[in-house]
C-alpha cells in the first residue's frame, strides 16, 4: 500500500482551531503529494486528571469533522471509547481508532468491526506485539479484514515509554498495515497531572520507523502546541512537521529500494 500520514490535533477544541489545521495539512498533503488522513478525538477519555478538558460531545465532534470532510475531501478518524459510539461515528468516521488502553475490549473491537470502516487497533502499551494477533482475530471474526495496527510505545517501568522497533516488524508479519504513533510514544504518562513528554525525538524515530517500512506515520500537531487543551507536552507544531516531511519520505524512498531487492 501507498505510504501514509495520519495527522492533526489531540482533541476537538473548536471547530476555527481544527479548520485552521486542517486546511494546512490539506496543503501540506498537496505539496508533497502524499495522503494525510485528518485524526482529532470527540472526547479524551483517559485524561490523568478529573479536572482536565475532555472534549466535545460526540454529536458536536462529528458535526465538526463532516465539515473537515466535505470542506477538504479528507478521510478522517477519531476514536472510540464504547461499543455504542461506533455506530454514531460510521458514516462519517473513515477510520475508527481502538485506544491503547482498551486494545482487548472484545465489545469495543466488535463493534467498531461491524461498522465495516478501517479499525486501526493502538497497541497497548502493557502489550507484546505478537498478542496483538487475538485483537486482528476479534476483528476478522466478526467479518472485517480492514483492520490496522498502530504502536505507540511499551511501558519501561514507571511513567515511562519505550519503543521496541522489533515489535512493528513483529506486527508486519501479521500481515495487515503497521502504523507508527511519533508523538504519543513521546509520553511520560502519568508524571504529572496530566502526562509530560519528549517530543523532540519524535521526528528522529518517526524517521527510524519510515527506514523499517511502516506504512504509515501518525503526528499529533496544532498550531501552538504549548496552548492545546490536550497533550501539549507531546505534540508537534505544524511548522515541525512540514520541515519533517522531506526527511521521512527519504527514508520511506529507501526502504522501498531496499525491500524490492530482498
Known amino acids: 500500500m501507498e505510504n501514509f500520514f495520519i ?14 489545521i486542517a486546511e494546512k495539512l490539506k496543503r501540506l498533503s498537496e505539496k508533497f503529494n502524499i495522503e494525510i488522513i485528518f485524526k482529532a478525538s470527540f472526547d479524551k477519555a483517559n485524561r490523568s486528571s478529573i ?6 460531545s460526540i454529536y458536536k465532534g462529528m458535526e465538526i469533522l463532516a465539515k473537515v470532510k466535505e470542506t477538504f475531501n479528507v478521510r478522517l478518524t477519531t476514536d472510540i471509547h464504547l461499543p455504542d459510539q461506533a455506530d454514531i461515528v460510521k458514516d462519517t468516521i473513515d477510520v475508527i481508532q481502538i485506544p491503547a488502553f482498551l486494545c482487548r475490549q ?4 466488535v463493534a467498531a468491526a461491524k461498522t465495516k470502516r478501517i479499525v486501526n487497533i493502538k497497541k497497548g502499551q502493557f502489550m507484546a506485539p505478537w498478542d496483538m ?5 476479534k476483528v476478522a471474526n466478526s467479518g472485517n479484514n480492514n483492520i490496522w495496527l498502530t504502536e505507540r510505545g511499551s511501558s519501561f517501568g514507571y511513567n515511562n515509554l519505550v519503543v521496541d522497533f522489533r515489535g512493528m516488524l513483529i506486527m508486519k508479519e501479521l500481515g495487515i498495515p503497521v502504523i507508527y504513533d511519533a508523538t504519543h510514544s513521546m509520553q511520560l504518562p502519568g508524571s504529572a497531572k496530566s502526562s509530560l513528554g519528549t517530543p523532540q525525538y519524535a521526528q528522529i524515530l518517526a524517521k527510524a520507523a519510515a527506514s523499517i517500512g511502516v506504512d504509515g506515520l501518525f503526528f499529533e500537531t496544532h498550531i501552538n502546541p504549548k496552548e492545546a487543551l490536550s497533550d501539549a507536552s507531546n505534540m508537534i507544531s505544524l511548522d515541525e512537521f512540514e520541515n519533517a516531511i522531506p526527511e521521512i519520505l527519504e527514508h520511506w524512498h529507501i526502504s522501498k529500494k531496499y525491500e524490492a531487492h530482498l
Open 133 to 137: 494477533k487475538y485483537a486482528i482475530e
Open 51 to 56: 479536572d482536565s478538558y475532555r472534549g466535545v
Open 7 to 20: 495527522a492533526g490535533p489531540c482533541v476537538i477544541e473548536s471547530e476555527k482551531i481544527v479548520l485552521t
Open 106 to 109: 472484545t465489545d469495543l473491537l
